[in-house]
């Protein structure tokens, strides 16, 4: 069974800092995918990341897929209060199909201003 | 922009009673699922559905679970003896390809579903 483990669970920062939330699996994915979900809402899709090393921006967001496709980050900078809200991600295992995506826990991230 | 929709957005029903969540997806799309969130857990796929049929389903996803397209809008998903262990958010997603890179999955907002 191919698993997402995301750290921290949860995370409490101030206006200002920099914070990076890990993604890891033993296993291969073919592509990770970062989403938010706010309360009461569906997950929305943030980046999409499918090279090995690839590293993608998203204004103060950056999202970097492992070398060997078995774990990704995603670093906010100068964290906003905006920010605040629950950041999933999502793999696509290896021969998987597209639309079967295995989820992490999610990190639940609180910014204070 | 376009948007998945579902109703109810809430669902409240006894041990044993049926149940049918229904979503719209957005119009053009051609690839439809359904996924649950377990308070507290995470998000799990249950079932992908193309050209009338299911195309892929998880463990979860046993006989007393059913997808349907009634019409050429509606997708639903049936509950047909629901368990105290049914209680749990309900996504419907939808897609235009079958390529989560090119073609990624809307969600809808939801539809939590509380057995008692």
């Known amino acids: 069974t191919q698993l997402l483990e995301q750290s921290p669970q949860f995370l409490s920062i101030q206006e200002g800092e920099n914070l990076t939330v890990y993604c890891n699996s033993s296993?291969?994915?073919?592509?990770l995918q970062w989403y938010r979900q706010e309360p009461g809402e569906g997950p929305v899709l943030l980046v999409t990341?499918?090279?090995?090393?690839e590293v993608k921006k998203l204004k103060r967001l950056t999202f970097q897929f492992g070398d060997a496709r078995k774990d990704s980050s995603l670093h906010i900078t100068a964290a906003q209060p905006g920010d605040t809200g629950l950041y999933l991600c999502a793999g696509v295992g290896y021969g998987g199909s597209q639309g079967n995506l295995i989820f992490g826990k999610g990190t639940k991230l609180s910014v204070k201003p | 922009e376009p948007e998945v929709t579902q109703t109810p957005s809430h669902q409240v029903t006894q041990m044993g009673q049926e149940v049918i969540l229904r979503c719209v997806p957005i119009?053009?799309?051609?690839?439809f699922y359904w996924y649950r969130q377990i308070l507290g857990q995470k998000v799990e796929f249950l079932v992908s559905f193309y050209n009338n049929e299911i195309s892929e389903k998880s463990e979860i996803f046993d006989d007393q679970f059913s997808v349907e397209r009634p019409d050429g809008s509606n997708f639903t998903l049936k509950i047909r003896s629901t368990k105290l262990e049914d209680s749990a958010m309900y996504f419907c997603?939808?897609?235009?390809?079958?390529?989560?890179?090119?073609?990624?999955?809307?969600f809808g907002n939801g539809t939590r579903l509380t057995v008692t």
């Open positions: 296993s291969v994915f073919s592509s």
């Open positions: 119009s053009n799309h051609l690839y």
């Open positions: 990341v499918v090279t090995g090393g």
């Open positions: 997603a939808s897609s235009d390809f079958d390529d989560s890179y090119n073609s990624p999955l809307h």
